[in-house]
Each structure stands twice: as structure tokens, then as C-alpha cells.
């Protein structure tokens, strides 16, 4: 038993730490916002510092309920620091409004609980638990601007939505476990092994949907645009990165852990959301004026072809998923980062694409961080972004899908129109009114780390970076 | 050290991207002299790597690998092809600057920074021996030159870019999923030379063949995927025109040089008549376009689509003079289409009108400018003498060799080439000027000369002993005719032995 605790390290040194910054936050009042966030992020590097799974091999805790392997160790050092990211980025940006809560800090902490569980679940109630602890704090967060009715609409929005897709997911899971006579993702796979039921194919689909909801991949994703829009620009750049990953290794684990062997019968069905979500995510995001709507399509774009790497299946697909997601949620946040940046001459946050325009001309390294990012998320060589898609597609290719590569990778060319759309912006238009000057040496500090890690320098981190992917999807073989 | 272990190709790749970080940190005319100076030493390099270069030797040379990414390894080195290609390349670079000296005012360190990534990417292209990393620089491309056009362009300039973009980019994706499979069936091998001797099955020949012609295609440009390059040269800049038609255009008839001919022989013979049917109607249908033009630039830009219809023409005849003219055509039209496109931007820069009938009896005031593009415009219509008349004459010979009908076809595209380089030549150079402003327009300036008259002089070396060209790329001819003889289809040319009739018979 002592054995179990200690593989849930992680989790219980976070629950500590929010429970007591909650106490600080409700002692020392708002002001302790800043110290509140450091501390959370301290807390964060310490849980990924003990990670199971990470040196180790890991193992299964109480009674297989839940597991700390080197793929779920993989997708929490990625949470977790995109979670750290996410917390920075608020700090400065709440503060200037003067409404930045100590709430804030502890809310992503529990958020991140729960997605650690998501990416451990070796159960499905481990799953439906995990992902409703982040799923409850994500909806406080998405309405935590509450002066402003947007942010309100999109808590409710993000809500309800959620609320239906988890009925769904619990549906499925109810089925399942009446087909199958167990919740445990092992046995599960024991079962399907002996041959698929129309019932057993019926409560897949169900699963699939209720967290196809979560990756927002179509046609599940109507909820995306509408909620990072409404919600405060950090509380969307966090949306945008931790939440997508975790959701991502919980469907990847699902698929491949518990119904490995009917992936014929699933692989129909993440091969259709995979498309239309690179179709959809490409061609809605064209029309987009709200750069944060436009990034929305663009997350849905990108979940698209991370399918892609689940479809082909297989250590190499598993591999190119956790691959493609890191990049994706650098890539992501470096641009949420700049989004934070665009600001009006009285400070007030500005949303539209069109603002950008001649932005080499007012603020030449913002500019250039941007069109890195753009370019990388189009998936363009040199820059970084291209490998996860080389990747997803050699893995289509390995598993013989490349049919599926060659469609998905035509899509890309969508998807490529819109990004180089606000490079063109950025680059060819006269100047827009220039966003006023922000000094904020943390986010300054973190757009170039991800500038430059999505830079032909990232090329360096390839082999180290597949190496731990591969090491990572060997876990679920 | 000697020079072969010096990482020659790793410094002439490094040399333009420190170039570009330099002129981003400097100022306007801090930044032309550094794009000056960096693109002389990198042509300096090059021409020593011609002069290391041994001819007869080794079929790859200078060859670096370093296995420091993931899944391809930092691998150059260059056969004689290659060479040439580098050294075409090096050669119009300092020119090319040089001829945006004055023309480009606005967001000059940018401007000779795009230029200088550009030069690394294309010499990259040449040099790369894996072939994701041949990929790499090859889309790389798209990034600068899309800066280029976008910035730098003219009135339609947003358009072009997108066009030019989206075009190339399409059709590059689908080749990177033929470099998957094809890597997934070499066993993870990404070494080209490797690849190159690689039996691909026959049927996935047809498919490979076809996801790389739809990349080579757009890039060379051929009929009917041409449309983006008259937008994209017209409103490009001069110096991005030059670049665009000099070498950009020049990857695609590497590629079929490179790829699509050596992995994929059986491919190759088979689908011939694609590549020769498309090559026919660029030849007849962009020249017949290119007679109505009243853009100079757009002429200019339709007459390449046509000169490269001779290129690939030449390379698919599947015999020696066939290749060796087609890449003789490739080196000439890099240089005479790139001096055309120069020879616009001297008017232009002087009126800023590309329109021909606002021009007429320069070689009254500009005679040096007259000479000059009389000499282009020669070479362009494929006067012997000139390097025009080596490649295409060597091209048609090894067309007829393989199929009669298709080099009478492409030799109309002579003479309607003549139609309309002559035309375009008359209307601007001889008779009276049309507009008061062409007439008072002054003649070349030293700086303009310095610019063409290399390439003159280039022009005629390759037409009067191309043998120096030819040199270095024979034994890399021979490599390939050798991996595609077998596949060879036949000729339609079926010369019958006539009986001999000895002389003294003849005479009773």
C-alpha cells in the first residue's frame, strides 16, 4: 500500500500545495496573487521532479485503478509545464486590470490534477473522475473575468457543452462495462480481444465522442471557438495547450490500451475526425477576424493531424502523438503569448487579426516571433513545426495508411493559407496603430524560448525528443 | 589540412546565413555592402570548389555526414551537376544585389537578409545528399522568397505571393509522402546516393514518379501548372525575378535529374509521353502567349515556361545528348533569363513602366543597353554562338532520336521563340521612341554594366566552348544513362541499313 502512495507523489504533493495556497488566498487577500503563482510553480517543478515512471520504470497502484508508466510520466512533464506557463502569463496580464484573483494559480493547480489523473487512468472511472477535477476548474476558469459578460457566456457555454459531452462519455462508459463486465482498461481489452459486439461498437463510439469533445476534434468541436474567445486570453492560452495534451494521451491511452485489439473498428472513426477536423479547422479558420477564434480553428487544425499519428497506431503512431502535442503546445503558447501582448494605447486587450497589420514595422521582434510561430504551426521547414507533421505522416506511411497521409497532408495546404494570411499582415501591410509598450521581462522571456525552440534550432532537441516519445509509447506495448 | 577534409559545402552554406545576421543588425547601406561582400566570398568559394573539383573522379565529392538529427543526418556533397547548379547560383547572387542597389529603398537590411537566407536554402538544395534534408531546404525556400514578392513586389504583389506559395507548396507535400514511403522501404535509409540505386517496385514507380512530377511540375515550371510564375516574376522585384527564373526554376530540372529519372526508371519510361505531351503544348501554347504580351516581364516569364519544356524534353530522351542538352539549357536560360529580367529592371528602374509601348529606338540613347540585351535576346532565340544554341540544339537532337514528332514540335518553339524575342527586341530598341521619356532616357550606368556584362561574357563562353560546362557533369551523365538504359523505351526513328552499292558499279 505504502508502495501505491508513492507512485501518486505528483498528485499528492499538488493537492498539498493547493490546498494550501487556497488557505493563503483566503488569509493574505489578492495581493499575494504573484507570490501565489511562483509558489505554484514551484510546486509544479517539484511534483514533475518526482514523477514515477520517469527514471523508473513506474507501476500500477491501488488495485490497478491507476498507473504511473513512462507515458503518463511524458504527458504530465507536459502539462505541467504548460500549466506553469499558462499561470505566468496571467500574472501580469490580470494584474493590470486589477482584477487578478489568488483563485487563479490554484484553480490551474487543481486543473492540473486532474489532467495528471487523465493521463494515468487505467480505469474508467479513474478517467471520468480526472477529467471532470479538470474539467470543473477549467469552467470556473473560463468565466473568471467577471466583470466582463463574454467571460460569463463562455463559462456557461463551456459548461453545459461539457456537461453533455461527459453524459455521453459516462454513457459509453456504462456500456462498456455492461458488455464487457469491467471497467479496468486491461480487462477491457481482454474482452474485445475475444471478438467485437455491435454493443461493445456501440459503447466505443460513445467513449470515442465524449472525449473526441475534450481534443475538440470534429464534429465535436463547436464549443472551441466560442470559449476561447470568450475567455480571459491566459485562461484561453492555457485551454489552448495543458487541457489539449492531456485529453490527447487519455484518448491515445483509451485507444490503444483498452481497445487495442479492435483498432480496425476504431481507426474508421479517428481517421473521419482526423480529416474533418484538418479540413474544417483549415478552411473556418480563413474567414476568422478574432485572432483568438482564428487560433481556436487553429488548435482543431492541429489536433486534426496528432489523429493522424493516433490512427496509425502502433508505437510509432502513439510515439508521433505525444510528439506532435509537445510541439503543437509550444508552438501554441508562443503565439497565445504574443496575443497577450497586443494591447491598446490605454491598455485595453485587443482581439482582432486585423491589428496586426505592419506589425514588423512597430514592433520588429514581436513580429518576427509571430511569423516563427505562424509558419512553424503551417508546418513550413526549417522551422520546428514541420517535424511533428513528418512524423505523424511517416508513422501513416509505416502502418500503411498512406493514403491517409497523402489526403491529410493536402489539407495542410488549407491550413497553411490562413497562416501565412497573418504573416502577410504582419509583413506586407502598412502599420495598424502599434500596441502600446509592455514591460513584461517574463513573457518576453517566454516568447523567446518558444520562438526559439520552434526555430531550425529545435532541430537539435529531434533526437532526444523522439527518443523519450518512443520510450513513452513503448509503455502502453 | 587538405581541401577535400575541409567542410568546404558546410562553409559555403554558413557563409550567406551569417551574412544575413549581419545585415539584419545593421543599417541600410551597412546591409548592401555586407550582402555584397558576403555573396562575392560565397562566389569565391564556389569557384574554387570548381577548381578542387576532380573531374574523373569520385562520383560524389567534398562529402559531409554528421548524424546529428533524428531521423536524417547532415549530409552534403556534390556530383558535377550539382556544381554547376552551385556555381550558377553563386554567380547570380552578388548580381543580384548589386542590382537592388538603388531600386530596393525601403527595409533594405531585410531585403539583402531574405536574399542571403535564399542563397543558403538554394545552394542547400544542390548540396544536400539525405533527402529529408534536401526537403528541408527546398521548402525552406518558400518562406523567403514569399517575403520577397510580398514586400518588396508591385501593385499585385499579395496575390502573386499567395499564388506562388500555395502553388508550390501543394505540390511539394505530396513528394515528402512519396520520401516517406520510399524511406519506410529503403529500411530508414535517407542517404540519396543509396536511394538512387534503390529498385522500387513497378508499380509504386508510377505512384513515386507521380507525387515528385506534381512538385518538379510546379517548381519548373510545365504547362498547364505554369500560371503562378508570370504572376509571380511580374510583380517580384528584379532581383527576386532573377533569382525566381535563375535558379528556383532550375530545382525542378534537378529534381528530375536527381529522382524522378534515376529512382524511378521504369516510371519514367513508361509515363514519357506525360512529360512529352505537357512539354509540347508549353513549347507551342506559352511561346504563342508570350507573343502577346505588352509586360516585358510577363513575356519574359512565359518564354522561360517554354525554354524549360526544352529542358525536360532533353532529359527524358533517355540518351546522352537528350541530358546533356537539357541541362546545358537549364545553365543557359539561368543566365539569359536572369540577364533579361535585369535588362527590364534597367528600364524600369528608369521609367517604372514595364509597358513595351511606352518604349521604342533605345539604341539611339542607350547604345550599351542595346548591345547588350541584342546579345541576351540572341542567346535567348538560340543563336549558335550563344549558349541558347548548344543546350536546345543538343536537347532537340536527342528528342529526335527518341521520338520524331516531338522534337518537330518543340522546334517550332525556335522559331516562334525568334518570333517573339525579336518582336519584343524591335519594338524596344529600334525605330523611333514612342514617348519623350523613352527618348531622353540615359544610357547604362557603371554600375549596370558591371552587372551585365559578366553574364554577357558567361554567355558566350558556353557558346563557343561549352566544353567547360560539359566537362563535369559527362561522368555523372554516364551514371545515369547507365541506371536508365535498361528502361529505355525504344525510339520511333528506325534507321534501315540501305544496300551498299559499290562505287565502281555505280559508275558503268
Request: with cysteine; hydrophobic share 60%; charged share 10%.
Amino acid at each position: 500500500m505504502g508502495q501505491d502512495f508513492l507512485l501518486v507523489l505528483p498528485e499528492e504533493i499538488l493537492s498539498t500545495a493547493a490546498l494550501l495556497l487556497m488557505l493563503v488566498a483566503a488569509w493574505a487577500g489578492d495581493r499575494s496573487g504573484p507570490l501565489l503563482t511562483w509558489l505554484a510553480v514551484l510546486s509544479l517543478a517539484v511534483a514533475a521532479f518526482f514523477l514515477p515512471g520517469l527514471r523508473d520504470a513506474g507501476g500500477s497502484a491501488f488495485f490497478g485503478l491507476f498507473i504511473a508508466d513512462s507515458f503518463a510520466a511524458f504527458a504530465k512533464i507536459v502539462i505541467y509545464g504548460a500549466a506553469a506557463v499558462a499561470m505566468l502569463a496571467a500574472m501580469s496580464w490580470f494584474g493590470r486590470d486589477k482584477d487578478y484573483r489568488a483563485e487563479y494559480p490554484v484553480l490551474i493547480l487543481f486543473s492540473a490534477i486532474g489532467m495528471g489523473m487523465m493521463a494515468s487512468a487505467a480505469d474508467l472511472i479513474t478517467l471520468y473522475v480526472g477529467l471532470e477535477l479538470q474539467s470543473l476548474a477549467a469552467y470556473v476558469l473560463a468565466s473568471f473575468q467577471r466583470s466582463d459578460t463574454r467571460s460569463a457566456e463562455a463559462g456557461l457555454k463551456y459548461f453545459v457543452l461539457g456537461a453533455l459531452a461527459s453524459g455521453i462519455l459516462l454513457y459509453g462508459i456504462s456500456l462498456l462495462y455492461g458488455f464487457t463486465g469491467t471497467t479496468q482498461f486491461g480487462g477491457i481489452a481482454a474482452a474485445l480481444g475475444e471478438g467485437v459486439s455491435k454493443g461493445e461498437l456501440i459503447a466505443m463510439v460513445f467513449v470515442l465522442a465524449g472525449l473526441a469533445f475534450k481534443v475538440s476534434a470534429v464534429p465535436f468541436h463547436m464549443w472551441t471557438p466560442d470559449v476561447y474567445e470568450g475567455a480571459p486570453t491566459p485562461v484561453t492560452a492555457f485551454f489552448a495547450s495543458a487541457p489539449k495534451v492531456a485529453a490527447m494521451a487519455l484518448l491515445t491511452r483509451v485507444a490503444v490500451e483498452s481497445m487495442g485489439p479492435a483498432t480496425e473498428s476504431w481507426r474508421q472513426i479517428v481517421i473521419f475526425m482526423a480529416l474533418a477536423s484538418t479540413v474544417l479547422g483549415g478552411v473556418a479558420a480563413i474567414g476568422q477576424r478574432n485572432i483568438k477564434r482564428l487560433l481556436a480553428y487553429s488548435s482543431i487544425n492541429n489536433v486534426g493531424f496528432a489523429l493522424v499519428g493516433l490512427a496509425a497506431a502502433g508505437v510509432a503512431g502513439v510515439a508521433s502523438v505525444l510528439f506532435y502535442m509537445t510541439v503543437y503546445v509550444v508552438m501554441t503558447l508562443g503565439a497565445f503569448l504574443v496575443v497577450l501582448r497586443m494591447r491598446g494605447p490605454d491598455d485595453q486587450p485587443i482581439e482582432t487579426v486585423a491589428s496586426l497589420a505592419g506589425l514588423s514595422r512597430t514592433r520588429p521582434l514581436l513580429a518576427l516571433a509571430m511569423a516563427i510561430f505562424m509558419f512553424s504551426l503551417a508546418g513550413i521547414p526549417p522551422l520546428f513545426g514541420f517535424v511533428p507533421k513528418l512524423l505523424v505522416f511517416n508513422a501513416a506511411v509505416e502502418a500503411n495508411l498512406t493514403w491517409l497521409a497523402a489526403v491529410a497532408i493536402a489539407t495542410s495546404v488549407i491550413g497553411a493559407y490562413y497562416y501565412i494570411m497573418i504573416v502577410k499582415l504582419i509583413y506586407f501591410d502598412e502599420p495598424a496603430p502599434a500596441f502600446a509598450e509592455t514591460k513584461e521581462p517574463v513573457g518576453a522571456g517566454l516568447i523567446l524560448l518558444s520562438a526559439l525552440f520552434v526555430s531550425p534550432l529545435g532541430y537539435l532537441a529531434w533526437g532526444p525528443l523522439e527518443a523519450a516519445t518512443r520510450n513513452a509509447a513503448q509503455a502502453l506495448f | 589540412m587538405s581541401l577535400q577534409a575541409f567542410p568546404i559545402l558546410s562553409a559555403i552554406l554558413a557563409l550567406p546565413l551569417l551574412g544575413a545576421l549581419a545585415c539584419l543588425l545593421s543599417g541600410a547601406s551597412g546591409a548592401r555592402w555586407i550582402a555584397l561582400a558576403t555573396t562575392l566570398a560565397t562566389l569565391l568559394l564556389c569557384i574554387g570548389l570548381w577548381a578542387a573539383y576532380k573531374v574523373g573522379g569520385p562520383q560524389w565529392q567534398f562529402t559531409e555526414y554528421h548524424a546529428i538529427f533524428g531521423r536524417f543526418a547532415w549530409a552534403l556533397g556534390i556530383d558535377g551537376i550539382a556544381l554547376m547548379l552551385i556555381v550558377l547560383t553563386a554567380f547570380l547572387m552578388p548580381i543580384c544585389i548589386a542590382a537592388s542597389w538603388t531600386s530596393i529603398e525601403s527595409r533594405v537590411p531585410e531585403f539583402m537578409a531574405c536574399f542571403l537566407a535564399m542563397e543558403t536554402l538554394m545552394l542547400g538544395v544542390f548540396c544536400a545528399q539525405d533527402l529529408f534534408l534536401f526537403y528541408i531546404f527546398f521548402e525552406a525556400g518558400l518562406i523567403p522568397m514569399y517575403l520577397i514578392i510580398g514586400i518588396w513586389g508591385g501593385k499585385d504583389r499579395i496575390y502573386a505571393a499567395y499564388k506562388f506559395f500555395l502553388y508550390t507548396l501543394l505540390g511539394s507535400v505530396l513528394m515528402l509522402v512519396a520520401m516517406l514511403w520510399m524511406v519506410n522501404f529503403a529500411g530508414g535509409d535517407t542517404y540519396i546516393p543509396h536511394l538512387m540505386e534503390t529498385a522500387f517496385p513497378r508499380e509504386a514507380q508510377t505512384w513515386l514518379w507521380l507525387a515528385f512530377l506534381a512538385s518538379f511540375a510546379v517548381k519548373m515550371p510545365m504547362w498547364p501548372v505554369h500560371t503562378w510564375l508570370p504572376d509571380a516574376h511580374v510583380q517580384a522585384p528584379t532581383a527576386g525575378s532573377v533569382i525566381l527564373a535563375g535558379v528556383l526554376l532550375k530545382m525542378g530540372g534537378y529534381g528530375f535529374v536527381r529522382f524522378s529519372l534515376p529512382m524511378f526508371p521504369d516510371a519514367s519510361a513508361q509515363l514519357i509521353w506525360v512529360i512529352f505531351a505537357l512539354s509540347m503544348v508549353a513549347v507551342v501554347y506559352t511561346s504563342l502567349v508570350a507573343l502577346v504580351q505588352q509586360d516585358m516581364k510577363k513575356l519574359i516569364a512565359y518564354s522561360s515556361v517554354a525554354h524549360m519544356a526544352f529542358v525536360t524534353i532533353g532529359l527524358f530522351a533517355f540518351n546522352r545528348q537528350g541530358i546533356e542538352g537539357g541541362l546545358i539549357v537549364m545553365l543557359s536560360h539561368g543566365l539569359v533569363s536572369g540577364a533579361l529580367f535585369l535588362c527590364v529592371g534597367v528600364v524600369y528602374d528608369r521609367l517604372h513602366s514595364r509597358d513595351i509601348d511606352r518604349y521604342g529606338g533605345l539604341a539611339n540613347n542607350m547604345p550599351r543597353y542595346a548591345l547588350l540585351f541584342m546579345v541576351f535576346t540572341m542567346a535567348s532565340v538560340g543563336l549558335p554562338g550563344t549558349s541558347g544554341f548548344v543546350g536546345e540544339f543538343l536537347a532537340l537532337v536527342g528528342a529526335y532520336a527518341i521520338n520524331s514528332w516531338v522534337a518537330a514540335v518543340a522546334t517550332t518553339g525556335i522559331i516562334l521563340g525568334a518570333a517573339y524575342m525579336l518582336w519584343l527586341y524591335w519594338r524596344i530598341a529600334f525605330g523611333t521612341a514612342r514617348t519623350a521619356e523613352a527618348a531622353s532616357l540615359p544610357d547604362l550606368s557603371l554600375r549596370e554594366l558591371a552587372i551585365l556584362a559578366p553574364i554577357a561574357a558567361a554567355v558566350l563562353w558556353m557558346g563557343v566552348y561549352p566544353e567547360s560546362f560539359i566537362a563535369p557533369m559527362r561522368a555523372d551523365v554516364d551514371h545515369l544513362l547507365t541506371r536508365i538504359e535498361g528502361a529505355a523505351p525504344p525510339g520511333d526513328a528506325q534507321p534501315t541499313a540501305g544496300t551498299a552499292t559499290p562505287a565502281a558499279e555505280a559508275h558503268r
